[in-house]
């Protein structure tokens, strides 16, 4: 077995994108990872397994060495068939000059690359363990991936309907606008407009790619990933140069669900490849939202089925999406608490709706045959009617009570 | 203080009603029920309790005495302040002839009594304790209420949009055709639709009303209920010719989200009545469904906040109401339980979607191609390769193996 292309002749294409070569240590570590993704398709767990447990670089040496069940893949907790067949699925590509390909087009196109030991590395994707990217690449500006900001990840169909379009938009630029990034595929429909609405309030706005980043896909989208790039960034983990195949596109939707606090679901068919990401989002414990829509359309039959089994929150507008991602909001804001309650079993028993309701408009009556009417002592119906009397909503005279007409509020 | 009207010569009106004087127990608690109904305002919870406690007759009674605090209302475990002031709003209605006057229009329009001595008592009112109804007036078949159907509460906005009234339906008619009563409360918008609808499939529907039964309430719906009337019931636990004052609209509704096995919403402001039934059916434990909407229409408000803050259940079909009766449904049912997987944050593993990324509808590629592409062994590529082959999804000539066409399904 060959031991791949010679990694050192990487070493000056690895400067060209502006890595530190200073540090010898870093500047392995990049490589290995940028050989790794090009060895490993993306969320491979025994790759990253291997990798957290010895580093990047002795983990590549160890896979490269394809002995059976050596002692570093043992260490990190990989079964013995699992790294046999790991091996097996990593050979094919031992010898492909893909880790050169990628970083000549990098350098070529200004892609910026991102490992766990940058400052910019987004520590979220950190969240999905073994299958976290081992490497990042960037067109546009690394810092905002690093930036502590909140991040909401909104997805739906590419067949949105008008409803779904004008949803996203108005959800994106209004979380945008507080400076919350949004976080999307890049696809048509749904995706598409979060971007679009982002950038119009000049927010922050990330798509993350399931082939290389220098390729627009879809093509249409061309300008609005140039506009992306500008201010804020256009990432995948899969190698300049590497296809958005289907496969590519699910696993890249873990991507999507670890970098946004929240996930929100706008529109989505039955199968839409968004509830995908709203899996993901679940299964990292990331709170979930849904936007219903109506029970007629088939685009957001998704939506329901995420509310009803999924235990995803209803999102109706900006606010809730921000409530979803510090759910402490919801019980916090006295505003919230003191929302009108719905009611109780009890029947209600408010004796100025009663009072209101045994009086006439036309005909007089006195206090007592309101109480009869109204099933109250005739005490409480005196000061239930002096109330409405100051209301302005009766209206007394020698001939008893009548309804008065409120005062303008 | 009178005693008011002498009961015995409300006896032969009683017997009009169809009621059985030949068991003298019987005919004194029909009558002493009677006249609670007009004493009492829907729910009154002080005159529940000691007629529980005591039965009707005694309790009117202890009522009539109007001593500060017997035995009897202390025995039943009415604190002392709440006996008060029970006392206080009955005695205005103490001396009133209402209770001859609801018998006199009961008997002339043929309307019924119901107590809970009566086989065809609808028992899950019982549900409200102390808040059920003291008797229940019916227009139309007693037997609907006593039968052991499964009932839904259908209940929503007046002011509902085509959007609603067609959802409303098409529920109602499925429910209604599978033998599922439809309880809601004879309104313009929501209820009436659901009437409607459920009466166009020849099934059963039952309208609680706020006010007296002998009155159409609203007016424009005169000839639905009597259409109503006619296979279904319009009830009320309110005598005849009591007004449908707003308190007993709110009153009403406890009623409604008792009767129904669940209670689902289909369109509510953000204010609607429609809420209040919901919280009764929530606090009754009555399993709760709201119909989601657009998030743009107003008309949809209601239901989402049902959805965020209530807990209710979204559905979108008539199975789905079915579900809420029974929530075992939900996971007994196989074909359900076997919806496709929304996702787990691992990423997917489908092998097959890798081999088929990897395949070219113009280019034929070797295995060992194919391999390096889809990051997986050879030996597991052929095997895939072998099943798209099969599933005619694959197509290999001397040059290769290439996208084929699946087989007409």
């Known amino acids: 077995m060959t031991t791949g292309p010679d990694d050192t002749e990487l070493m000056p294409l690895v400067a060209e994108l502006g890595r530190d070569l200073g540090d010898p240590d870093r500047a392995h570590d990049d490589l290995a990872r940028i050989v790794w993704s090009c060895l490993a398709e ?58 050169g390909h990628a970083l000549r087009i990098a350098a070529a196109r200004g892609i910026r690359l991102l490992t766990p030991a940058d400052d910019d ?20 500006d690394p810092a905002v991936l690093g930036a502590p900001a909140a991040a909401v990840a909104i997805v739906g169909a590419r067949a949105a309907t008008g409803y779904g379009e004008h949803v996203a938009a108005e959800l994106s630029a209004e979380l945008a606008g507080r400076g919350i990034a949004v976080v999307s595929g890049g696809a048509y429909g749904i995706d598409g407009c979060a971007h679009r609405a982002a950038l119009g309030v000049g927010g922050t706005t990330i798509a993350v790619m399931a082939g290389g980043v220098e390729r627009a896909y879809p093509a249409g989208h061309t300008d609005l990933f140039e506009r992306i790039a500008a201010t804020g960034a256009v990432i995948s983990e899969v190698p300049c140069g590497g296809a958005p195949t289907k496969w590519r596109f699910l696993a890249r939707n873990r991507v999507i669900a670890a970098l946004g606090g929240a996930t929100v679901v706008v ?59 510090d759910p402490g909001t919801l019980f916090d804001d006295p505003g919230l608490r003191a929302a009108p309650a719905v009611g109780s079993a009890a029947p209600p028993t408010d004796d100025t709706m009663r009072v209101r309701d045994a009086l006439s408009r036309r005909s007089r009556r006195s206090a007592e045959d309101i109480a009869r009417r109204a099933g109250m002592s005739t005490g409480d119906v005196e000061a239930r009617l002096g109330l409405l009397l100051l209301a302005g909503e009766a209206d007394r005279n020698q001939d008893g009570w009548a309804l008065g007409s409120p005062r303008t509020r």
């Open 267 to 325: 529109e989505a068919g039955g199968r839409s490849g968004s509830l995908n990401t709203a899996g993901h989002a679940a299964a990292l414990g990331r709170p979930l939202g849904a936007v219903p829509g109506p029970i007629t359309s088939a685009s957001s039959a998704g939506c329901h089925r995420l509310l009803r089994e999924f235990d995803a929150r209803c999102v109706t507008d900006a606010d809730e999406v921000v409530e979803l991602l």
């Open 42 to 99: 993306p969320g491979d767990a025994v790759a990253g397994m291997l990798i957290d447990a010895v580093g990047a670089p002795d983990a590549l040496r160890v896979a490269r060495s394809a002995r059976p069940h050596p002692v570093a893949p043992d260490a990190a907790g990989i079964p013995s068939a699992d790294w046999s067949s790991a091996l097996q699925r990593w050979r094919p590509r031992m010898t492909a000059p893909d880790a």
């Open 121 to 140: 590395w987004p520590r979220a994707v950190d969240d999905l363990g073994p299958h976290r990217p081992i490497c990042l690449w960037v067109r546009g």
